[in-house]
């Protein structure tokens, strides 16, 4: 059974910074590509980030390219997103997912992965 459990959400200040972490058991960690998912109240779930099997390629939403850093740790079979300057229109549950991985790349669309966390909530006050 495949578990994607996040966690570090809070709630912070505007310009303070969190890293939250997904933590996956369940199927074999380096045979997937990884994403951040964030989807705020009324809004759809919209791509954040996503990494490559093997971490050489991300890719960043224009929302969040040069405030966020996605990164993993294969041997730990964690997913990590470093946030900083958040903004208030950063506030959105965050969801972890994984696809299998499909050669060096990665997307960031909901249809392209297969299993998915509970979320974490992210609250930016500013």
């Known amino acids: 059974q495949v578990r994607m459990v996040e966690s570090g959400g809070r709630l912070v200040e505007a310009g303070e910074s969190l890293r939250l972490s997904c933590i996956v058991s369940?199927?074999?960690?380096?045979?997937?590509?990884l994403a951040w998912f964030r989807q705020a109240p009324g809004r759809e779930r919209e791509g954040v980030s996503c990494i490559s099997w093997s971490g050489a390629n991300t890719y960043y939403a224009d929302s969040v390219k040069g405030r966020f850093t996605i990164a993993r740790d294969n041997d730990k079979n964690t997913l990590y997103l470093e946030m900083n300057s958040l903004k208030p229109e950063d506030t959105a549950m965050y969801y972890c997912a994984a696809a299998p991985s499909n050669g060096v790349g990665c997307g960031l669309t909901t249809l392209e992965y297969d299993y998915w966390g509970q979320g974490t909530q992210v609250t930016v006050s500013s």
């Open positions: 369940g199927l074999n960690f380096a045979d997937y590509g």
